[in-house]
């Protein structure tokens, strides 16, 4: 078993920090893009549909359009974050793992 130093942790704990930057930052594009994707159509859909203007208040349209956004950001950054471990992964294995080709 191999001991673990003071260098390789911090230089772990750099990468999870950029990891998680990233993820974050990639989470807000998306619920920005998200936000206004859901906003368009629900604001324009209170103004053109009788049912919609009779039963959608605006708590229940900021409510359809956060649930979107927050949705949008946080399915982004799980799969930038998973995406980032996977690809980090294979550094430290060995190199018959690393070889995930089927030739």
Not at 3 to 19: F, S
Not at 70 to 86: C, E, H, P, Q
Request: glycine share 2%.
């Amino acid at each position: 078993m191999s001991t673990v130093t003071r260098a390789y942790l911090d230089q772990r704990l750099a990468a999870a920090n950029r990891c998680s930057r990233e993820a974050a930052m990639a989470g807000a594009k998306a619920a920005a893009v998200a936000a206004v994707a859901a906003a368009v159509p629900t604001l324009a859909s209170v103004r053109m549909l009788p049912w919609a203007r009779a039963h959608l208040n605006p708590t229940g349209q900021a409510l359809i359009i956060s649930t979107v956004a927050g949705m949008a950001y946080f399915i982004v950054a799980d799969k930038t974050i998973l995406s980032m471990a996977r690809k980090h992964s294979f550094e430290d294995a060995p190199d018959h793992l690393k070889n995930t080709s089927f030739n």
